[in-house]
T-cell receptor, first 110, second 115 residues
Framework: GEDVEQSLFLSVREGDSSVINCTYT??????LYWYKQEPGAGLQLLTY?????DMKQDQRLTVLLNKKDKHLSLRIADTQTGDSAIYFC??????????FGTGTRLKVLA | KAGVTQTPRYLIKTRGQQVTLSCSPI?????VSWYQQTPGQGLQFLFE???????NKGNFPGRFSGRQFSNSRSEMNVSTLELGDSALYLC??????????????FGPGTRLLVL
């Protein structure tokens, strides 16, 4: 079935690292994505990883993929108050549909 | 270049009514996808249109329908509204077929409240 799961909430202190986790179910997914949604706005693509990679780094963002366990994580280094938002992971299924998770609300405490 | 625009931004309807939402993609983008966002379910894919043809469809009842015009603008319609249809409806556009080489750009959404 098609189901992407994320924990609903995460709270971290400013300057700490944040790790947002995601599990997906479609083993035929070719790409996995992380999106950010700020209040009152649509989704903004942060980064994506091809399914044959296990890690991708982009400035403060590190994506780890464990294809065997269908587990994806997003690490934000030196988290800032401006990182407070909802983060969605998504997979591009074999039928070219984007399947999104429920979203993780990240709250950064000053 | 203007981003994806959606109108209206907010809408209040009552059960049984119908509603039409509009999405104007980024200029030059030919693919438009629609999603329903609710707090408990996250984003659920509704359908995707390309060159006026529906190419992909999610698991929603027939009350949800859409169309795309020759200028790539898209509308979605929900008939016989139910309380559970209250959600944020997001539209996303891309140059062509959604995929790794085609980033989807999202609009700000239309927030629908059904009373």
């Amino acid at each position: 079935g098609e189901d992407v799961e994320q924990s609903l909430f995460l709270s971290v202190r400013e300057g700490d690292s944040s790790v947002i986790n995601c599990t997906y179910t479609d083993s035929s997914s070719t790409y996995l994505y992380w999106y950010k949604q700020e209040p009152g706005a649509g989704l903004q693509l942060l980064t994506y990883i091809f399914s044959n990679m296990d890690m991708k780094q982009d400035q403060r963002l590190t994506v780890l993929l464990n294809k065997k366990d269908k587990h994806l994580s997003l690490r934000i280094a030196d988290t800032q108050t401006g990182d407070s938002a909802i983060y969605f992971c998504a997979e591009l299924s074999g039928t070219y549909k984007y399947i999104f998770g429920t979203g993780t609300r990240l709250k950064v405490l000053a | 270049k203007a981003g994806v625009t959606q109108t209206p931004r907010y809408l209040i309807k009552t059960r049984g009514q119908q509603v039409t939402l509009s999405c104007s993609p980024i200029s030059g983008h030919r693919s438009v996808s629609w999603y329903q966002q609710t707090p408990g379910q996250g984003l659920q894919f509704l359908f995707e249109y390309f060159s006026e043809t529906q190419r992909n469809k999610g698991n929603f009842p027939g009350r949800f329908s859409g169309r795309q015009f020759s200028n790539s603008r898209s509308e979605m319609n929900v008939s016989t509204l139910e309380l559970g249809d209250s959600a944020l409806y997001l539209c996303a556009s891309s140059l062509a077929k959604p995929g790794p080489e085609e980033t989807q750009y999202f609009g700000p959404g239309t927030r629908l409240l059904v009373l």
